[in-house]
């Protein structure tokens, strides 16, 4: 607190104060600028799907200072699997809506949510429940992408693995890119998070599995850079992933970061993962992208605040 205090100042304090204690304890969503703090590195909040992705996000400065009027933002959650959001293995549609929401609250012209799927198109919208929960906003928002003259060649400066790659070119487009995955288990790479989930982004994802896959990953996420990453955790699928059906945590919880090596790194220590704990260096394409500069894997040296709403 400032060492003086006007009367209005106090009154205004006070007054906010009283409402998150009431939102807290009866689990009513806060409006954005009581939790528009920012100067975090890491922001997570405790809670139901909407409600929890519109604090983290709140805490991270508010979606106006990732997204401002007139730009074009895309949105890259989960939904590639043919299964129900109790699965884990899709972002929760709340989180995707909540986000897309507050895109255009910000000003957003243009909002496209993308995945390249590995089912069958239709069926991932629907089971995944996407399409559905987003529809009120705009029901062409969301959009699964399969068509090879819907990307554009890319090559990728400095890499270990994979030196180019077609990328859709709607997101090579657009002014803001938001990861929005879900916390899940994978057989090939460990976990699959933030940074994993931009193969979603690309249009030959198999060609990544057969070189080495954790430095392909991190040469892919040295060209697709998340303005802002939303990890859900509400449910995480702590095996049997990245399809499932495998154990389905049950967290409540959204992190949300600048940084997706940060958010990865944390969302790897804060769950459990195969029955057992791990830290952030031990999953290698972490390890990885932190060696290379992409972003910061010590976690317990990062700014970090949770809120439960």
């Excluded at 109790?86 to 995707?96: F, G, I, K, L, M």
Aim: one cysteine or more; a positive charge; charged letters at 20%.
């Amino acid at each position: 607190m400032p060492s003086q205090w006007t009367r209005r100042q106090f009154l205004k304090y006070q007054f906010q104060g009283m409402l998150a204690m009431s939102a807290v304890t009866s689990g009513l969503l806060l409006p954005d600028r009581l939790w528009a703090e920012g100067g975090y590195d890491i922001a997570v909040a405790k809670g139901a799907a909407a409600a929890a992705t519109r604090a983290a996000v709140g805490l991270m400065g508010g979606m106006n200072a990732f997204v401002k009027p007139g730009q074009r933002v895309v949105i890259k959650p989960n939904m590639s699997f043919t299964s129900p959001p109790e699965r884990a293995s899709n972002t929760h549609p709340d989180v995707v809506r909540e986000l897309a929401a507050m895109c255009k609250e910000a000003g957003a012209t243009r909002i496209m949510i993308l995945d390249n799927p590995l089912g069958p198109s239709e069926m991932c919208l629907e089971l995944s429940g996407v399409k559905d929960a987003c529809a009120g906003i705009d029901d062409k928002m969301v959009q699964m992408v399969r068509r090879p003259s819907l990307f554009k060649q890319v090559r990728i400066p400095n890499a270990g693995a994979l030196d180019e790659t077609d990328v859709m070119k709607d997101v090579l487009k657009a002014d803001v890119l938001i990861a929005a995955p879900v916390a899940k288990s994978h057989s090939g790479a460990g976990v699959s998070l933030s940074m994993k989930g931009m193969m979603g982004l690309i249009y030959d994802r198999g060609i990544m599995h057969g070189m080495d896959l954790h430095t392909a990953i991190v040469d892919l996420a040295s060209i697709l850079k998340p303005d802002l990453v939303v990890i859900d955790a509400t449910r995480v699928l702590s095996t049997g992933g990245p399809g499932g059906p495998g154990r389905v945590l049950k967290p409540d919880t959204v992190i949300a970061a600048k940084d997706m090596v940060a958010a990865d790194a944390y969302a790897v220590s804060a769950f459990e993962w195969y029955g057992r704990r791990f830290k952030p260096r031990q999953v290698r394409y972490i390890r990885e992208a932190h060696a290379r500069g992409l972003g910061r894997m010590d976690v317990e040296n990062l700014s970090v605040k949770s809120v439960r709403v």
